[in-house]
């Protein structure tokens, strides 16, 4: 599995692409870009292509934004799937990481 | 659907497990030992492995200890398949980094129901 | 019963505490004789466990009434208060008073009862004060409507592959859920290790849930994270649960209930079974599931290329069913034990009432016998050791006359032998009165002179009908019940009740009981058109002969030559009259058996094979048939005949000396 989908879309400035499959075993591989993106302060991540999450990856997002806001920027979301909201709320993260509300189709 | 490892040493468990997995559309691999399992397990990741407790050459327990030292089993769901009502034997395998349990005897809708508890 | 599933929950607490009443009861005996002092922590345990289910089941009057008895064994147990032996009357009665309760609780009747209340007040005053009227909390809070849970996984939860979102998801599901996820102890990006986890969450659930189904949800990660359910509003217990109305039961059970062993009250309703038990049968049950599933397939369509697999299938059946069989029947097996605990009390209280000193020496409790054989033995057992007591053993004065120690001693037994299971019941006293029984015997009009009668002649008159020494005498040896009807008794389990006894030494009564549901391995015979099962321990080989290898003799019987020596022949056709059977020697088999040191043939048409068999008592669905020591089913539902080997050898004898 892994994360092929991670080099596709338009390189937007510090942005990211999670991939669709953003579990833990996924996340050795997905943390250290993510990191490098809010490394800057600002970053872009899409999350829209995202199928599977867990909790370790909900926390590493968190743990993001949480960054970027330190260093004086943020994150913001290029989209985000219906998976990745349905987590954020069960886990009591939606205000948290703020993502954006479903686009019309 | 997910990449399924069914590891028994019983033919007819493993037939059972892989069988009904199978019918919901699963993808099922069988290693009818630890070792056999660990072999299999390092070619190409699982989503989801059940385990029996009680095997040759290289039994449940110590096939998770192994198994879920692998970096790449972190955090994958690995269920022992036991006979063992007793806490202890549990809490054994829980200890050497099993998910959970479903006790045996299960039959093939109990299965379906932990497996999809589990995949989410 | 109003409600069958709050009725089983009611009957287990019963089982448990009477259990525990039982101990408490020995226990304080013990502390009677001088026993240690941590005895008053198994009797603290002990009440203390009753209060609180008491309180659970909603019998608060029960609950009430520990609680006094309770804190009167806390004062023993700081040692603020002396035990003596005023102290242990109260609380034995305390036990029985108890005993009451619960024989009332079964029956659906109020629990208190003129004892009752005398006695919490004599509980309460022993430790000067009124009797406190408190009611316990009736119901543990299991069921509530709004519930809040916090939750806070361990480092490694998520790394085992349990997933917090997985566990909240699953919450949801129960109810409506809302989430606070606390992130205090999230570290900042450059600290996080992505597999651990480091955030917890309160969880506020709304909707009739169970704490059951919550914990449920974490049933995996009990250890791997902290967990704490509390309910934010209480449900009241459906009413329906309260109170079994049983009308049936009246007074006398209740009272009959308290005076003797509690079992009694609870005869065929249930049985308690160890844990290990139970797990073996869960796991034979796992098995037979697993085998039949694999077999299952087959019946839909079968391919030649999986015979293989149903071969295997077919054999792992095989192999479950005879052990779950086996676990099964040892299900029924319980040990003697329970019914020998009811004898401390009895003997104590007896000797108390005679004056006579008496010591109980009690072995092999842990022997197991049948639960319906278990159940049924007991008063058979209650009437011996009344009569030992009560005319067996002597007054001090006279044993110290008689040169012996003043304290006579009471022995109870249990063992196996052979496939039995031995009883006995023996005194050092007096031993049997010759002269007094042939003098009753005579007066009941049993016998004319007890001329010419030999000493077990005697002895065996006190089983006769009509003769009781012990109702007529004293009240003391049970409520007018004679040797005869435990001889009967004990008839009616297949079994016998024998005594050995010798003037000054003392008596042994000697009740020897069969394994009524044994498992026995066997081969099955072919006779005619009939099977017999030859127990497989009496078979030493089984051999085809030639025709002149059996020589008849003189009187009618047949012999012939096996490793040296020559063995009777016992045609089974003949014996027990099976038409159709194969006549000559060389068409048929001989299978050499032993039975009580003899080995003889039994000559037979055919072997079907080995297979197991559940002995059925002949005596208990028929009569008893000589030559033959039960029955069993067939896999074809036809019935069987097990041939008792020993007996037919008795049998083949008396033929051949008539």
Same mark, same amino acid.
């Given at each position: 599995? +892994?994360?092929?989908? @991670?080099?596709?879309?338009?390189?937007?400035?510090? +942005?990211?692409?999670?991939?669709?499959?953003?579990?833990?075993?996924?996340?050795?591989?997905?943390?250290?870009?993510?990191?490098?993106?809010?490394? +800057? +302060?600002?970053?872009?991540?899409?999350? @829209?292509?995202?199928?599977?999450?867990?909790?370790?990856?909900?926390?590493?997002?968190?743990?993001?934004?949480?960054?970027?806001?330190? @260093?004086?920027?943020?994150?913001?979301?290029?989209?985000? @799937?219906?998976?990745?909201?349905?987590?954020?709320?069960?886990?009591?993260?939606?205000?948290?990481?703020?993502?954006?509300?479903?686009?019309?189709? | 659907?997910?990449?399924?490892?069914?590891?028994?040493?019983?033919?007819?468990?493993?037939?059972?497990?892989?069988?009904?997995?199978?019918?919901?559309?699963?993808?099922?691999?069988?290693?009818?030992?630890?070792?056999?399992?660990?072999?299999?397990?390092?070619?190409?990741?699982?989503?989801?492995?059940?385990?029996?407790?009680?095997?040759?050459?290289?039994?449940?327990?110590?096939?998770?200890?192994?198994?879920?030292?692998?970096?790449?089993?972190?955090?994958?769901?690995?269920?022992?398949?036991?006979?063992?009502?007793?806490?202890?034997?549990?809490?054994?395998?829980?200890?050497?980094?099993?998910?959970?349990?479903?006790?045996?005897?299960?039959?093939?809708?109990?299965?379906?129901?932990?497996?999809?508890?589990?995949?989410? | 019963?109003?409600?069958?599933?709050?009725?089983?929950?009611?009957?287990?607490?019963?089982?448990?505490?009477?259990?525990?009443?039982?101990?408490?009861?020995?226990?304080?005996? *013990?502390?009677?004789?001088?026993?240690?002092?941590?005895?008053? =922590?198994?009797?603290?345990?002990?009440? =203390?466990?009753?209060?609180?289910?008491?309180?659970?089941?909603?019998?608060?009057?029960?609950?009430?009434?520990?609680?006094?008895?309770?804190?009167?064994?806390?004062?023993?147990?700081?040692?603020?208060?002396?035990?003596?032996?005023?102290?242990?009357?109260?609380?034995?009665?305390?036990?029985?008073?108890?005993?009451?309760?619960?024989?009332?609780?079964?029956?659906?009747?109020?629990?208190?009862?003129?004892?009752?209340?005398?006695?919490?007040?004599?509980?309460?005053?022993?430790?000067?004060?009124?009797?406190?009227?408190?009611? #316990?909390?009736?119901?543990?809070?299991?069921?509530?409507?709004?519930?809040?849970?916090?939750?806070?996984? =361990?480092?490694?939860? *998520?790394?085992?592959?349990?997933?917090?979102?997985?566990?909240?998801?699953?919450?949801?599901?129960?109810?409506?859920?809302?989430?606070?996820?606390?992130?205090?102890? #999230?570290?900042?990006?450059?600290?996080?290790?992505?597999?651990?986890?480091?955030?917890?969450?309160? $969880?506020?659930?709304?909707?009739?849930?169970?704490?059951?189904?919550?914990?449920?949800?974490?049933?995996?990660?009990?250890?791997?994270?902290?967990?704490? $359910?509390?309910?934010?509003?209480?449900?009241?217990?459906?009413?329906?649960?309260?109170?079994?109305?049983?009308?049936?039961?009246?007074?006398?059970?209740?009272?009959?209930?308290?005076?003797?062993?509690?079992?009694?009250?609870?005869?065929?309703?249930?049985?308690?079974?160890?844990?290990?038990?139970?797990?073996?049968?869960?796991?034979?049950?796992?098995?037979?599931? $697993?085998?039949?599933?694999?077999?299952?397939?087959?019946?839909?369509?079968?391919?030649?290329?999986?015979? *293989?697999?149903?071969?295997?299938?077919?054999?792992? #059946?095989?192999?479950?069913?005879?052990? #779950?069989?086996?676990?099964?029947?040892?299900?029924?097996?319980?040990?003697?034990?329970?019914?020998?605990?009811?004898?401390?009390?009895?003997?104590?209280?007896?000797?108390?009432?005679?004056?006579?000193?008496?010591?109980?020496?009690?072995?092999?409790?842990?022997?197991?016998?049948?639960?319906?054989?278990?159940?049924?033995?007991?008063?058979?057992?209650?009437?011996?050791?009344?009569?030992?007591?009560?005319?067996?053993?002597?007054?001090?004065?006279?044993?110290?006359?008689?040169?012996?120690?003043?304290?006579?001693?009471?022995?109870?037994?249990?063992?196996?032998?052979?496939?039995?299971?031995?009883?006995?019941?023996?005194?050092?006293?007096?031993?049997?009165?010759?002269?007094?029984?042939?003098?009753? *015997?005579?007066?009941?009009?049993?016998?004319?002179?007890?001329?010419?009668?030999?000493?077990?002649?005697?002895?065996?008159?006190?089983?006769?009908?009509?003769?009781?020494?012990?109702?007529?005498?004293?009240?003391?040896?049970?409520?007018?019940?004679?040797?005869?009807?435990?001889?009967?008794?004990?008839?009616?389990?297949?079994?016998?009740?024998?005594?050995?006894?010798?003037?000054?030494?003392?008596?042994?009564?000697?009740?020897?009981?069969?394994?009524?549901?044994?498992?026995?391995?066997?081969?099955?015979?072919?006779?005619?058109?009939?099977?017999?099962?030859?127990?497989?321990?009496?078979?030493?080989?089984?051999?085809?002969?030639?025709?002149?290898?059996?020589?008849?003799?003189?009187?009618?019987?047949?012999?012939?030559?096996?490793?040296?020596?020559?063995?009777?022949? $016992?045609?089974? =056709?003949?014996?027990?009259?099976?038409?159709?059977?194969?006549?000559?020697?060389?068409?048929?088999?001989?299978?050499?058996?032993?039975?009580?040191?003899?080995?003889?043939?039994?000559?037979?048409?055919?072997?079907?094979?080995?297979?197991?068999?559940?002995?059925?008592?002949?005596?208990?669905?028929?009569?008893?048939?000589?030559?033959?020591?039960?029955?069993?089913?067939?896999?074809?539902?036809?019935?069987?005949?097990?041939?008792?080997?020993?007996?037919?050898?008795?049998?083949?004898?008396?033929?051949?000396?008539?």
């Amino acid at each position: 599995m +892994g994360s092929k989908a @991670s080099t596709k879309g338009t390189p937007v400035a510090a +942005g990211v692409t999670l991939p669709a499959d953003c579990r833990l075993g996924a996340l050795d591989a997905l943390a250290p870009r993510l990191r490098e993106a809010v490394a +800057g +302060g600002a970053a872009t991540f899409d999350g @829209s292509a995202v199928e599977k999450v867990d909790g370790a990856a909900m926390q590493l997002l968190v743990a993001c934004r949480r960054a970027a806001a330190a @260093s004086g920027g943020g994150v913001a979301w290029a989209g985000a @799937s219906d998976v990745l909201r349905e987590a954020a709320g069960l886990l009591g993260l939606a205000a948290e990481l703020d993502l954006p509300a479903p686009m019309p189709a | 659907m997910a990449k399924i490892l069914a590891v028994d040493d019983s033919a007819s468990m493993r037939g059972m497990v892989a069988f009904t997995l199978r019918g919901a559309g699963h993808e099922v691999s069988e290693a009818e030992n630890g070792q056999l399992a660990l072999d299999q397990a390092r070619g190409g990741r699982y989503d989801l492995v059940l385990a029996d407790v009680n095997m040759p050459v290289m039994d449940g327990i110590s096939m998770v200890r192994e198994l879920r030292a692998l970096p790449e089993y972190k955090g994958v769901p690995i269920l022992m398949l036991t006979t063992e009502s007793h806490t202890d034997k549990k809490m054994e395998g829980k200890a050497a980094g099993a998910t959970g349990w479903l006790v045996k005897p299960f039959d093939p809708e109990q299965l379906l129901a932990t497996v999809n508890r589990v995949l989410g | 019963m109003a409600n069958l599933g709050m009725a089983q929950f009611h009957q287990v607490f019963f089982e448990e505490s009477l259990e525990g009443l039982d101990n408490m009861e020995t226990a304080l005996l *013990a502390l009677d004789e001088g026993g240690d002092k941590e005895l008053v =922590h198994t009797i603290f345990r002990a009440a =203390h466990s009753i209060k609180g289910g008491a309180a659970t089941f909603g019998f608060p009057e029960m609950a009430a009434f520990t609680h006094e008895a309770e804190s009167l064994l806390d004062e023993l147990r700081d040692g603020r208060r002396a035990i003596d032996k005023p102290i242990i009357e109260l609380l034995l009665r305390t036990v029985d008073c108890l005993r009451g309760m619960f024989a009332r609780a079964q029956a659906g009747q109020p629990l208190n009862d003129e004892v009752a209340e005398g006695l919490r007040g004599e509980l309460a005053a022993t430790m000067g004060r009124a009797a406190e009227t408190q009611v #316990l909390a009736r119901r543990a809070r299991d069921r509530a409507d709004a519930w809040k849970v916090s939750f806070r996984p =361990h480092p490694g939860m *998520a790394a085992g592959g349990n997933d917090p979102l997985r566990l909240l998801r699953e919450l949801k599901a129960l109810g409506e859920m809302s989430v606070t996820a606390d992130l205090a102890a #999230l570290p900042a990006l450059d600290q996080l290790d992505v597999a651990t986890c480091h955030i917890g969450w309160t $969880i506020e659930l709304q909707g009739q849930i169970t704490r059951e189904a919550i914990k449920g949800v974490f049933d995996w990660v009990e250890d791997e994270c902290d967990l704490s $359910i509390e309910p934010l509003h209480v449900v009241a217990p459906p009413a329906a649960a309260e109170a079994p109305k049983a009308a049936v039961a009246d007074v006398a059970t209740a009272r009959a209930a308290r005076e003797s062993a509690p079992v009694a009250s609870t005869e065929s309703s249930s049985v308690r079974v160890s844990i290990d038990k139970i797990d073996s049968l869960i796991d034979l049950v796992g098995e037979l599931v $697993i085998t039949q599933s694999m077999l299952d397939p087959f019946r839909e369509n079968f391919d030649i290329a999986r015979l *293989a697999m149903l071969q295997e299938g077919l054999t792992q #059946l095989a192999r479950h069913t005879r052990e #779950l069989q086996e676990s099964v029947m040892g299900i029924r097996m319980l040990p003697i034990g329970s019914v020998f605990n009811r004898f401390p009390r009895l003997v104590r209280d007896l000797s108390a009432k005679l004056g006579k000193q008496v010591r109980l020496d009690m072995h092999g409790e842990q022997t197991e016998l049948d639960k319906t054989v278990l159940e049924k033995i007991g008063d058979p057992l209650v009437h011996l050791v009344r009569n030992a007591i009560d005319h067996g053993l002597e007054m001090p004065d006279k044993r110290r006359a008689a040169g012996k120690v003043e304290q006579g001693t009471l022995r109870l037994e249990a063992f196996h032998r052979g496939g039995s299971i031995v009883v006995e019941v023996a005194d050092d006293g007096a031993g049997l009165n010759r002269e007094a029984i042939v003098a009753k *015997a005579i007066q009941r009009g049993l016998v004319s002179s007890g001329e010419g009668m030999s000493d077990e002649a005697v002895a065996e008159l006190i089983f006769q009908p009509g003769f009781s020494t012990a109702a007529v005498t004293t009240d003391l040896s049970g409520r007018g019940v004679g040797m005869d009807v435990v001889r009967r008794n004990v008839a009616d389990l297949g079994g016998s009740v024998t005594i050995r006894s010798t003037p000054g030494k003392g008596s042994v009564f000697t009740i020897v009981l069969p394994l009524t549901l044994a498992i026995m391995d066997g081969l099955s015979a072919a006779v005619g058109e009939e099977s017999y099962i030859v127990p497989l321990v009496s078979i030493v080989e089984s051999v085809q002969l030639k025709a002149e290898a059996v020589r008849s003799v003189a009187g009618g019987g047949e012999l012939f030559r096996f490793r040296g020596e020559y063995l009777p022949v $016992i045609r089974l =056709h003949e014996m027990f009259g099976c038409p159709g059977a194969v006549r000559n020697i060389e068409d048929g088999l001989m299978i050499v058996v032993e039975g009580d040191g003899t080995r003889v043939g039994l000559f037979v048409d055919g072997l079907n094979g080995q297979q197991q068999a559940v002995v059925k008592s002949l005596e208990a669905n028929y009569r008893r048939v000589q030559g033959i020591s039960g029955a069993t089913i067939l896999a074809d539902g036809s019935v069987a005949l097990i041939v008792d080997i020993a007996g037919l050898i008795r049998m083949q004898g008396r033929r051949k000396a008539a």
